[in-house]
C-alpha cells in the first residue's frame, strides 16, 4: 500500500539537516479505522494515518526516532499505537491512554511493547479535567515503573492547576508548550507559570505545536519556544505532532523542522532538544 505517494507529494523537504538519532518526541497514527476502530465516546474522527504514512514523513524529514502519543480519538485501546512501535522497537517509543480498568499485568503487556508513559487532557474542547481519582491511582499505579506522565493543558489552567502539578511524584511533560497563544507574548500568565514550572528538576516540556498556538510562518511562536528551551535546556523535546488532530490549518512538517535552530540556536542546544533528551527520557540506545 503506498499510503505515502499523495500526502508526500504536498510537502517539502526541510532546509534544516536533523541531526543523527533526531526525534519526533510527539506524533500519532490514527487507524485504519478498519483494523483499529475509532472509541465511540470519541471527541472527533480524524482521516485514517497509518504507521506507513507516519514511517514515510520521518524519512522524508530525516527522523530517525519517534515517541506515538495514544490521542484521545482512540480512547484507552492502544493497539494502534503498539502496532507501529512494534515495527521498529528500536527506534519508537510510546505514550498511552489508560483509565481504572487496567491492571498490572496490562501495564507490563505496555512496558514490554514499548510504552514509558501515560496522558491525561485537560483541554475543555477534548472533555476537561480527568476524574481526579482515577488520575491520582493511575499515578500511583506508574510512579514506581520509570514512566511519566504527558498533561495536555489549555494555557488558562496552567496556573490555577500549578500547586497540584508541583506534587506529582514523578516526571510530567506538558504538551504543546502548554497551548500558550503566542499572540499574547513572554509576559502573559499561561507562560509564567510554564516557565516556573520548568524550574522542577521532573518537568519536561515539548517545544511543538507552533501550529497550535501561532499561524503560518509561525514567526510568533518562536520567542515562546525559545524561552522555554533556555528555562531548561535539559528537559525540552520537539515533535511534529503529526497528523495534526483538530487543526486550524494544513501544516507543513517541514515549516516545523526549519524552526528548530530558531528555538535553539547552537549545534548543542539543537542535539540535546532533538537527540540528547528524548534519548534519556524515553530510553534510546
Not at 4 to 26: K, M, V
Not at 95 to 121: P, Q, S
Not at 158 to 180: C, E, K, N, T
Request: some cysteine.
Amino acid at each position: 500500500m503506498n499510503v505515502q505517494a499523495g500526502f508526500l507529494a504536498r510537502r517539502r523537504r526541510p532546509r534544516f539537516q536533523l541531526p543523527p538519532g533526531a526525534c519526533d518526541a510527539h506524533c500519532h497514527v490514527f487507524g485504519p479505522g478498519l483494523r483499529f476502530p475509532y472509541a465511540p465516546n470519541r471527541r472527533y474522527t480524524p482521516p485514517d494515518a497509518p504507521k506507513e504514512m507516519l514511517r514515510a514523513l520521518h524519512d522524508h524529514l530525516g527522523v530517525a526516532r519517534a515517541v506515538i502519543v495514544q490521542a484521545s480519538c482512540h480512547g484507552t485501546d492502544n493497539a494502534a499505537m503498539l502496532d507501529a512501535i512494534a515495527s521498529d522497537p528500536a527506534c519508537y517509543r510510546g505514550v498511552a491512554i489508560v483509565d481504572d480498568g487496567f491492571t498490572e499485568a496490562d501495564y507490563d503487556a505496555l512496558h514490554a511493547g514499548g510504552v514509558r508513559g501515560v496522558r491525561f487532557n485537560f483541554v475543555k474542547h477534548l472533555g476537561g479535567a480527568p476524574d481526579q481519582g482515577v488520575f491520582a491511582r493511575v499515578i500511583d499505579r506508574i510512579k514506581t515503573r520509570g514512566w511519566h506522565v504527558v498533561l495536555h493543558l489549555d494555557a488558562p489552567d496552567i496556573a490555577p492547576l500549578s500547586a497540584m502539578i508541583r506534587q506529582l511524584p514523578l516526571p510530567f511533560v506538558i504538551d504543546h508548550m502548554g497551548r500558550v497563544p503566542a499572540a499574547a507574548g513572554l509576559e502573559q500568565p499561561g507562560l509564567r507559570a510554564l516557565i516556573e514550572l520548568s524550574r522542577l528538576e521532573n518537568c519536561w516540556i515539548k517545544v511543538c505545536g507552533a501550529e497550535r498556538i501561532a499561524l503560518p510562518p509561525y514567526d510568533q511562536a518562536v520567542p515562546i519556544a525559545r524561552a522555554l528551551v533556555e528555562a531548561a535546556p535539559e528537559r525540552v523535546l520537539w515533535g511534529t505532532d503529526f497528523p495534526h488532530p483538530n487543526a486550524t490549518h494544513q501544516a507543513d512538517e517541514a515549516d516545523l523542522v526549519d524552526l528548530v535552530p530558531r528555538y535553539a540556536p547552537d549545534a548543542l542546544a539543537q542535539r540535546r532538544l532533538l537527540v540528547d533528551n528524548p534519548a534519556r527520557l524515553y530510553g534510546f540506545g
